[in-house]
Structures are given as C-alpha cells and as structure tokens.
C-alpha cells in the first residue's frame, strides 16, 4: 500500500475571472474527469471553512455558481484584493478576485466507506496566485492512481482546461526527503511534473525523463514508479534536478523569477 499523501498541484497567474467565468471553466474541467475514472462520477461534497458551508455538489453542476458566489472566497484576503463583495458578505456576479479563484479536491471515508471527492472552490489564497487546483490522490482501491499513463492522462486534462504554467505530481513525504537536502519549501520537485514551456528541456539532468507534452509544454517524470520517502536513488535524481533549474527558475512562477537564468546539468 502506497502512502495517502499523494497530490497534483497545478497553478497560474495573471487570469482574473468572475464568478461565471470561473465556474464555467470548474464546470468543463469536471465534466471533463468524469470521462477519466468513476470517482469523478460519484457525488462530490463542496466543502468550505466550516460545516455550514458544506453540501453535495450537484450532479448537473447547477448549485456550483451559487456556492461560488457565497463561499467561493477568501474572506481572510486584504478587502482590496476582490471586488464586487456585497453587504451580506457573498460575492456578486461581477465581482473579481486579485487572487483568483481556487479548485481543492481531496478523498475522504478511507477508512470506512468507499473514497468520496470532496471539492473546495475559494476566492484568493496565499502566495499571491491567482488560481491553483490540488487534488489528493485515493489512497486505497484506485490503483491507477499510480499509473503514469493514467495519471498523464489526467495531467492533460488539467493542462488543456485549466492552461496552467506548472502541474506537479508528489508524494508528501518524498516532498519531505528532498526539502531536507534542497531546504527550499517553494521550488517543488515531483514524481511527474509539467512545464508550460519546452526551454527547459535544455537545464534537466540528462537521466530524467522527458517528452513534449500539449501545444507548448514539457512533461518530466522521475521515474516509472511512484517514489516515497525511502527511494534513496529517486531523491537524488530530484535534488539534481532542483539544482539544474535553480536559482529560481522554471520551479517557481515567472513573475518571481531571478534574472539569472538556469544552468545545464548532466
């Protein structure tokens, strides 16, 4: 058994949208992964901060704008990042987001029932990104969730709806195994990563594998197995190739680049 703590992150900046226009885009991405696996066809949860902003999504996807518009924000956020908040705290049709919008997905009932997908659509967050999607993995009875013909799958599916700069598969405590010798928290190496532009091709380490992937981008993988922790060989194929494309470049969002660019690495 694989460890639970497996996730895709993707991300991108500079797309501010509107509540209809976010969920019009959430609503094609949804549509889209139920064509993938049947967990994306069960009942998903729209969760919140807290109880009260929890229900079913549903199944026609009609009740996602009306959650969008009351909790699909991050109130928490400087009141000069959004606009088009109301008096009663919900979010009008035209209202923006300086920090965009955010899809969250995780599995829940492991332990008891069969996986369910929770989804989590917020207004804002940290880092100042103006969207980003995580979804966790299943941690038990979907092994194609470790499958990278599938999960690639799922990847272009992600980069083809969302049109992110970087998608990112990981392990969390492989995460962990590589930040100890890396110390850097932000400049996140995968087990599969994506990039939307092929430049950096030329920065990887010659034994990382490689391939075109969408219209512009590349696609990396460490390794045909997933790594944990324990892959001694895994980690130091990722701490090389965080080191190739440091300082700052192509693992981090271009507007915080460095104006030095990555180095060539064997």
């Known amino acids: 058994m694989r460890s639970k703590d497996v996730y895709m992150a993707a991300g991108w900046v500079d797309r501010q949208m509107t509540p209809p226009e976010f969920v019009d885009e959430a609503n094609k ?20 901060s807290s109880r009260k902003q929890s229900e079913p999504l549903a199944q026609d996807l009609s009740n996602l704008l009306s959650y969008v518009q009351r909790f699909g924000w991050d109130d928490k956020a400087p009141k000069n990042w959004s606009t088009g908040v109301l ?12 920090t965009g919008f955010m899809v969250s997905m995780n599995t829940t009932g492991a332990k008891a029932v069969a996986e369910t997908m929770r989804l989590r659509v917020s207004c ?22 470790t499958d990278p013909a599938f999960v690639k799958r799922l990847v272009q599916v992600t980069v083809d709806c969302w049109q992110p700069e970087s998608v990112k598969v990981v ?16 400049e996140v190496v ?24 969408g219209t512009q981008g590349l696609l990396t993988l460490l390794q045909a197995e997933l790594p944990d922790k324990n892959d001694v060989a895994a980690i130091e194929r990722a701490v090389r190739m965080y080191r190739a494309l440091s300082p700052g470049q192509h693992l981090v969002y271009r507007k915080d680049r460095k104006k030095a660019g990555a180095t060539s690495a064997g």
């Not at 991405?29 to 919140?48: D, K, N």
């Not at 008096?87 to 300086?98: F, I, N, P, R, V």
């Not at 990104?129 to 995580?134: A, C, D, N, P, V």
């Open 190 to 213: 995968g087990w599969m990563n994506y990039f939307d532009r092929r430049d950096v091709d030329s920065a990887l380490p010659a034994d990382v594998q490689r391939e075109a992937f």
């Open 87 to 98: 008096a009663d705290g919900t979010m009008s049709l035209t209202g923006t987001a300086q």
């Open 124 to 145: 804002g967050g940290s880092g100042g990104l103006l969207g980003t999607l995580t979804m966790e993995f299943p941690s038990v009875g979907a092994p194609e969730f």
């Open 171 to 186: 392990d969390a405590g492989f995460r962990q195994a590589v930040i100890a010798q890396t110390e850097s928290r932000t």
């Open 29 to 48: 991405y949804l549509l889209a992964l139920r064509q993938l696996h049947p967990l994306f066809r069960a009942t998903m949860y729209l969760i919140g």
